[in-house]
């Protein structure tokens, strides 16, 4: 279980974060990564999850659902305290490891945080 302060709450946290946060994906899972503007940020960075039916049963979105939070709990301390961070599960995630959902969370959120780093491109007008 993630504690309360690393959790996202509201349904508007989630759409603002997947609307307008940057993506990183990798075999099993795609990352939602977006920076607060709070003020006041608390806690450290907050997790939602989406295990979708496409995963596969209750059983196995539970499954899923429970990796996912183990491997969410031990990158907080990586992540900085301001980011809000939606996890989607593919299908494929339904016979991952916690090892291998270990490491395409870490690779999705790197390359989530590239893409933040990038400056935007110039548009070219012909």
């Given at each position: ?18 609307r307008k ?19 006041a940020v ?5 997790f939602g ?78």
């Amino acid at each position: 279980m993630l504690p309360r302060p690393l959790k996202l709450a509201s349904s508007s946290d989630f759409r603002r974060t997947m609307r307008k946060g940057t993506r990183g994906g990798s075999r099993t899972l795609v990352v939602h990564l977006r920076a607060r503007t709070d003020t006041a940020v608390r806690g450290g960075p907050r997790f939602g999850l989406v295990v979708s039916k496409q995963v596969g049963n209750a059983v196995t979105r539970h499954t899923v659902s429970r990796k996912l939070r183990a491997v969410a709990r031990t990158q907080a301390e990586a992540l900085p305290r301001e980011f809000d961070v939606v996890i989607r599960a593919l299908p494929v995630s339904a016979t991952a490891s916690s090892a291998e959902l270990a490491g395409d969370l870490e690779r999705a959120v790197r390359k989530a945080r590239a893409k933040i780093a990038k400056p935007p491109q110039e548009r070219t007008t012909r």
